[in-house]
């Protein structure tokens, strides 16, 4: 193998697990730190940064980081159930516990620099879009149908999960940078909002529509058959306040567990999710699955709806076909009818919850905007550009539904295509990011970190008594970690971003590093092919998604190979090295945003 090039940011970038999977790559082990030494507000700073939403996300987030915690890989022979650091809820301690920090935040521009950008939609990629832009100088205009701004943040994600103060805190923050909001306003014609001469459009509208589901007797039983989307927004707005006794929730995903959690605190006494899948295939995530089962209601797998059943009028039930999910040698899923007879719920109201789509009807086809066969607008994914130039898509609208902080990867990336584009620059070419690997030891064996490793299983984060009655939409059923919890959690982070950087020349093979690492990632070996390689190290390099990092060839022709993939940096082989061949570095990667920073020499070709 080739030596290891660690000039190149993704070389340490893959090896902190968790900022790679994040969308936003936010720091995670940077502000876990500071959370740990109760440095609150900087911690809240350094998500702010990076994921704009820290007291939302760390509600509502679908957590890409957390299955890529090294903390699980490396625990998973030595427990039941390892578990990764509570990353999501470490991010909500940061805001609950930060004081003001109105202070910290930008100020609005002291000078327009004559440009104008609309945003379609005030949800997360549009809000991203308007915070990295607004302090610039750019006049942003947010036009949303809704009076008040955060998009299905606020109308779609129930209060119990996320209240509306946090939004109205995280929401204010962008739009106090001079952002111009323009609430109770439905765009209905793309010509027109270009006809106002705006430089730049970004349509950060969501996907909108629920999924209907034509089956028969849907038309006869309409009145108590409900699209889950829609119906969550009447019960933010208050138009519905009240639910049948008996109600069956359809779908599999996070809008399904919304819907059937709310029907429970609505007065639904017998509530049921029912799924076409098997468990393990649901699109929800694993702990809001818990959550539901958790409030006693059971999901039903396997079950295909094959029709509403009524009477003069009124829902009675639904008929379902059982199924067994197949593999075949193709690898597609694929639902097989069991044979049993079919399955019959009575039900008094049903909610339909079975998926989202996007809906452009107010975008005229004459533009120049291309859309595909399903009619999605053609996006480039690098600018997230249209086949129009200066109108951008972004969030659920380019690429269909995700979660929040894909949209905010999203509008962080628009911002600096409009930035280019409006200074006359190639918008495909993007911005390197800021890195610096810098030496954390502070004497001989010390550290300017806490490298111990904590042996404690993940701590749950309590539930409140007032929620478990489910009688209220407002009462919050997570109360966060009190900051002697949250710290314990804190110790669990393997501090990833603390790399161990090898310096060749220094080291004299004493094998001193092999002998004391705990997880036996450490070979010194002669040279040879990756698959090969792999195979022959002290503990063999199983997963090959995670890279080898491989030395020059050191004085006996022998290389050094580490296994990233189960390192705990713990520092055992720097404090072992009597000639200090391996020393302890903080790798930080901070993506660059729009403004000056991210033009000219600080761009490099987009991948």
């Known amino acids: 193998m080739e030596p290891t090039d660690i000039r190149d940011p993704d070389v340490f970038h893959r090896v902190v697990d968790c900022q790679w999977a994040c969308p936003a790559h936010t720091p995670v082990p940077e502000y876990i730190r500071l959370i740990a030494a109760g440095r609150y507000a900087d911690a809240y700073m350094v998500n702010w940064h990076s994921n704009v939403f820290p007291g939302i996300l760390g509600r509502t987030c679908d957590?890409?980081?957390?299955?890529?915690?090294?903390?699980?890989?490396?625990?998973?022979?030595?427990?039941?159930?390892?578990?990764?650091?509570?990353?999501?809820?470490?991010?909500?301690?940061?805001?609950?516990?930060?004081?003001?920090?109105?202070?910290?935040?930008?100020?609005?521009?002291?000078?327009?620099?004559?440009?104008?950008?609309?945003?379609?939609?005030?949800?997360?990629?549009?809000?991203?879009?308007?915070?990295?832009?607004?302090?610039?100088?750019?006049?942003?205009?947010?036009?949303?149908?809704?009076?008040?701004?955060?998009?299905?943040?606020?109308?779609?994600?129930?209060?119990?999960?996320?209240?509306?103060?946090?939004?109205?805190e995280e929401t204010g923050y962008i739009l106090d940078l001079g952002v111009e909001f323009v609430g109770g306003r439905r765009i209905d014609s793309m010509r027109d909002l270009l006809a106002h001469g705006f430089d730049a459009v970004f349509v950060g509208s969501g996907a909108p529509r629920g999924r209907d589901l034509d089956l028969p007797g849907r038309a006869e039983a309409g009145a108590q058959i409900h699209v889950g989307l829609d119906w969550l927004a009447n019960v933010y707005f208050g138009h519905v306040t009240k639910v049948g006794r008996r109600v069956l929730v359809l779908g599999g995903g996070n809008t399904a567990m919304d819907c059937c959690r709310s029907a429970r605190r609505l007065g639904g006494e017998d509530v049921k999710v029912i799924v076409r899948s098997g468990f393990d295939q649901m699109k929800a995530s694993p702990w809001e699955k818990e959550d539901a089962m958790h409030e006693g209601i059971p999901i039903l797998d396997c079950r295909v709806p094959k029709a509403f059943t009524h009477a003069s009028g009124k829902l009675t039930g639904m008929t379902f076909e059982k199924v067994r999910v197949e593999y075949g040698d193709d690898g597609r899923r694929r639902l097989v009818p069991t044979g049993e007879p079919d399955e019959f719920h009575p039900c008094d109201e049903v909610l339909i919850a079975v998926g989202q789509e996007n809906a452009f009807p107010w975008i005229e086809r004459d533009l120049g905007i291309e859309f595909d066969q399903w009619g999605m607008p053609v996006v480039d994914a690098t600018t997230f550009q249209s086949t129009l130039p200066h109108v951008m898509f972004g969030g659920d609208a380019a690429f269909g539904p995700k979660n929040i902080i894909w949209a905010v990867a999203h509008g962080h990336a628009a911002a600096v295509t409009v930035d280019r584009l409006l200074e006359g620059e190639d918008p495909r070419v993007r911005p390197a990011p800021d890195v610096q690997l810098l030496s954390q030891k502070m004497g001989i064996h010390e550290w300017s970190y806490d490298n111990a490793v904590s042996p404690d299983e993940r701590y749950a984060v309590p539930w409140s008594e007032a929620a478990r009655k489910l009688d209220s939409l407002s009462t919050e059923v997570e109360l966060g970690f009190d900051p002697a919890t949250a710290w314990k959690e804190t110790q669990r982070c393997l501090n990833c971003d603390v790399q161990t950087v090898f310096d060749r020349d220094k080291c004299i093979e004493c094998d001193a590093c092999v002998d004391i690492c705990p997880t036996d990632c450490i070979t010194f070996t002669a040279n040879g092919g990756e698959d090969e390689l792999r195979t022959r190290l002290t503990a063999p390099a199983l997963n090959a998604d995670q890279g080898l990092y491989v030395s020059e060839p050191l004085k006996t022709a022998r290389v050094m190979v580490k296994d990233e993939d189960v390192c705990l940096h713990c520092s055992l082989c720097a404090e072992r090295c009597p000639t200090g061949a391996w020393d302890m570095q903080k790798f930080l990667l901070q993506e660059v945003y729009a403004g000056p920073a991210c033009r000219g020499a600080k761009a490099k070709e987009a991948a």
């Open 63 to 168: 957590r890409p980081c957390e299955p890529a915690c090294r903390r699980g890989r490396v625990e998973e022979n030595n427990g039941a159930k390892p578990e990764p650091v509570a990353i999501c809820r470490l991010k909500r301690v940061a805001a609950d516990h930060k004081g003001d920090v109105r202070g910290r935040m930008p100020r609005p521009a002291a000078r327009p620099n004559g440009r104008r950008v609309a945003c379609v939609g005030a949800g997360p990629a549009s809000l991203t879009l308007a915070r990295d832009l607004a302090p610039l100088g750019y006049r942003v205009t947010v036009f949303d149908a809704d009076a008040k701004a955060g998009g299905f943040m606020r109308t779609q994600v129930p209060r119990f999960r996320l209240p509306e103060a946090v939004i109205d």
